[in-house]
């Protein structure tokens, strides 16, 4: 399974972006599905999970109530709608797929991870 995101860019404070992750086999009907993000000379980081039903749904208290997850499972896709940006994240956005029917904040739970989009925010 391979899961392609896109949609990263520069943008300024207080901007939006959308992101989307689309894998190549339709397993976002059953699977879980997160986002997370590593910003310069710092750890990865949880940024937002999905359920597989997409009926739940969870965020870092960094980008609650700013950051939206969701998924269309017709188009076997996950988005991360990204508003009110800041500064502070500016990181290269992964997203992932779990077997487990989620919402995950762990990493270790994840089984398929994408390549990364950058996201710039200038100030």
């Known amino acids: 399974v391979q899961l392609q995101a896109s949609g990263g860019g520069l943008v300024q404070e207080g901007g939006s972006l959308r992101l989307s992750c689309a894998a190549s086999?339709?397993?976002?009907?059953?699977?879980?599905r997160g986002w997370f993000r590593q910003a310069p000379g710092k750890v990865r980081e949880f940024v937002a999970a999905?359920?597989?039903?997409?009926?739940?749904?969870y965020y870092a208290d960094s980008v609650k109530g700013r950051f939206t997850i969701s998924g269309d499972n017709a188009k076997n896709t996950v988005y991360l709608q990204m508003n009110s940006l800041k500064p502070e994240d500016t990181a290269v956005y992964y997203c992932?797929?779990?077997?487990?029917?989620?919402?995950?904040?762990?990493?270790?739970?994840?089984?398929?991870w994408g390549q990364g989009t950058l996201v710039t925010v200038s100030s």
């Open positions: 999905i359920s597989w039903s997409g009926g739940s749904t």
């Open positions: 992932a797929a779990s077997r487990d029917s989620g919402p995950g904040m762990w990493q270790y739970e994840y089984d398929y």
């Open positions: 086999e339709r397993i976002f009907s059953s699977y879980a």
